[in-house]
């Protein structure tokens, strides 16, 4: 079966600190990986993706992420955090075995920097 | 304006009503999606359309009922809803339907089914 897992429901980090949310996916052949971001009372906004190629995809608002193949994982990472990086975060998977074009989503983490 | 925007941004209505949601997209795509978005879940798909055909409906009850007159909008026609039914209801867009384009989402719609 098709799913991505995002086993932190909450991430905690201090400004200024390196920050990690975690994703790993589990989805036959080649999958396309992406993050997005959802402010409070906002939709989701794209991140980033990756397609092919190199395995360190940046993003927007200084974010990165790393596909790695061996342990079917993808993620989010950024150098510094700003209180203006707390928000929930989603990683999302499609394949072409995910049912046409079905985005799967993970549940969600929720960032929070403190000051 | 620009990107994705839905209306009504807030939505409370009675198990008996009938009430549409509305999306439009000014970013010259031609697929469109509604999700649910309820807490603490993954968000889950409900309808895709691709140059305003349907191409997925993931077995949502016949309460719920999409329209896509055309490639910038898309209605979700609302009727006798449950309470669990509840939940933010999410538009989004993107280039045609590719297995490698991202999404983009308007603000979504917080329904109240009392």
């Known amino acids: 079966a098709q799913s991505v897992a995002q086993p932190e429901d909450q991430v905690n980090v201090a400004e200024g600190n390196p920050l990690t949310v975690k994703c790993t996916y589990s989805?036959?052949?080649?999958?396309?990986l992406f993050w997005y971001v959802q402010y409070p009372n906002r939709g989701l906004q794209f991140l980033l993706k990756?397609?092919?190629?190199?395995?360190l995809v940046k993003g927007s608002y200084g974010f990165e992420a790393e596909f790695n193949k061996s342990q079917t994982s993808f993620h989010l990472k950024k150098p510094s955090a700003l209180v203006s990086d707390s928000a929930l975060y989603f990683c999302?998977?499609?394949?072409?075995?995910?049912?046409?074009?079905?985005?799967?989503f993970g549940a969600g983490t929720r960032l929070f920097v403190k000051a | 304006e620009t990107g994705v925007t839905q209306t009504p941004r807030h939505l409370v209505m009675g198990m008996t009503n009938k009430k549409s949601l509305k999306c439009e997209q000014h970013?010259?795509?031609?697929?469109m999606y509604w999700y649910k978005q309820s807490a603490k879940k993954p968000l889950e798909l409900m309808f895709v359309?691709?140059?305003?055909?349907?191409?997925e409906n993931n077995s949502v009850p016949s309460r719920f009922s999409p329209e896509c007159p055309n490639s910038s909008h898309l209605f979700l026609h609302l009727h006798t809803l449950q309470p669990e039914d509840s939940a933010l209801y999410l538009c989004?867009?993107?280039?045609?339907?590719?297995?490698?384009?991202?999404?983009?989402f308007g603000p979504g719609t917080r329904l109240t089914v009392l």
């Open positions: 359309y691709n140059f305003k055909e349907q191409t």
């Open positions: 990756y397609i092919t190629g190199d395995n």
């Open positions: 989004a867009s993107s280039q045609p339907l590719q297995v490698s384009t991202e999404q983009f």
């Open positions: 970013l010259g795509h031609n697929a």
């Open positions: 999302a998977v499609r394949g072409l075995n995910t049912g046409g074009f079905k985005t799967i």
């Open positions: 989805v036959s052949g080649n999958p396309y």
